[in-house]
Structure formats: C-alpha cells, structure tokens
C-alpha cells in the first residue's frame, strides 16, 4: 500500500519569503499523480498543484512549484513571495494513475503560517 | 466555483439519531468519495464508488453506508450516530482517470454529536 509522509506538522515564514513543504511517499508503482492541495479555515480543499510521475519536469502554478524527485520518492512545494492568504494547512497526496477508484492518499499535513 | 455540493454544511445532532449527509456534482464524474477529517486534521478514505450502483469501502472502517443510485448523488448515512462519529466529511469526485485533472472537493460538512 501506499504512504505519504509530511514530516513537518508546522511551518511559519515571513510574508513575502520563501518556503519549502516536505513530503515523501513510498509506492511500487511506476505511473502516478501527486498533488498538492491547501485547506484554509473554511475547510474547503482546493488543488495547488499537481505532478505526473513519468514527467521529469517540475510543474510550476504561479507562485507554487515542485521539486519532484522520482528515485528519492520526494515531492516537497516551493511557496514564492508568501502571502497571508496563503497561511492554511497543506496536504501532499498520492494517487495511482491507473483506472479504479483507490482515491488519494493524503499526508497527515503541514500548517503554514505567515508572519505579518 | 465548486461544482460538488454538500449539505449541511454544519449539524449538530444527538445521539442515537439517523442522519444522511448529501453530496451532489453536475461535471458528470463517475467516480465519488467520501472522506473523513479528525480533529487532528489527518484525511482518511471511507468509501468510494466507480459508478451507479457501485460502492466500496474505503482504508478506515466506517459505521456508515452509502448508496449510488444516479451519477450526480452519493448520499452518507449513520443510522444512529455517536459521539465517536463528530467528525468534518468532505465529498470529493473525479473523471475515469483520476489524475488526469485532479479531484474535486465540496465544501464539507463539519458534523458533531452530542
């Protein structure tokens, strides 16, 4: 089965700065997605960005892009110029790219807090 | 703008009642699922369905049931809820291909059990 692994259960930056969310996962497959997503307060999740395992190259939205690093199984997010909407709890998932319906498999999650 | 929908999006309700949360799409997605928060936040899968008349269980054991009679519809029911079952349940839905453009969330419903 699949894990996903977000060693960082807080994080605060200084708005406008930088940051960086870890996270690892563990699979056998060779054909996947990852993703992204943030939950602000409001509870609803909304997709930031997502990676297809058999791209080499890092998807970039805006301000957020990835490191994808396939053989280390890490998919850590770069926030760029942080801003105070952008403090909200972030989840790293897995999802096989296969047919079916296994569903994403979430991280336990970062909380990112930005400092006025 | 979300195209799934879930209602309520809070209860409060006591113990022993039966309640059915409700979750409906419009982007004609074959596959639905349901999620379960805990207050520490951690996500886990309680069911899943491909299609009409197909429903799975998912990765955590759930006392709860669901059906999938048309597309658009995948209904949660407890049929006497605990306090053991306050919890936020978020809907999610996704084309054949999962990854292909992600999944779709609703907005949630935050429930507690007195």
């Known amino acids: 089965a699949q894990t996903v692994t977000q060693s960082q259960p807080e994080m605060s930056v200084q708005e406008a700065e930088t940051v960086t969310l870890s996270c690892t996962y563990d699979t056998s497959e060779s054909d996947y997605y990852l993703f992204w997503y943030k939950q602000p307060p409001s509870r609803q999740m909304i997709l930031v960005i997502r990676q297809e395992a058999y791209k080499q190259q890092n998807a970039t939205e805006n301000r957020f892009s990835v490191n994808f690093q396939k053989a280390a199984k890490s998919f850590s997010l770069k926030i760029s110029d942080s801003q105070l909407g952008d403090a909200a709890m972030y989840f790293c998932?897995?999802?096989?790219?296969?047919?079916?319906?296994?569903?994403?498999?979430f991280g336990k999650g970062t909380h990112l807090i930005i400092q006025p | 703008e979300a195209d799934i929908y879930q209602t309520p999006r809070y209860l409060v309700i006591g113990t022993g009642k039966k309640i059915t949360l409700e979750c409906s799409q419009t982007m004609g997605h074959d596959k639905m699922y349901w999620y379960q928060q805990d207050p520490g936040m951690e996500l886990h899968l309680i069911h899943y369905?491909?299609?009409?008349?197909?429903?799975e269980k998912g990765d955590l054991s759930s006392e709860s049931t669901v059906s999938r009679i048309r597309t658009e519809h995948f209904p949660l029911t407890l049929e006497s809820a605990r306090p053991s079952h306050t919890s936020q349940y978020l809907c999610?839905?996704?084309?054949?291909?999962?990854?292909?453009?992600?999944?779709?969330f609703g907005s949630g419903t935050r429930l507690t059990v007195v």
């Open positions: 999610a839905s996704s084309e054949y291909r999962s990854g292909v453009r992600g999944y779709t």
């Open positions: 369905s491909y299609g009409v008349n197909s429903t």
């Open positions: 998932a897995y999802a096989y790219s296969g047919g079916g319906a296994d569903g994403l498999t």
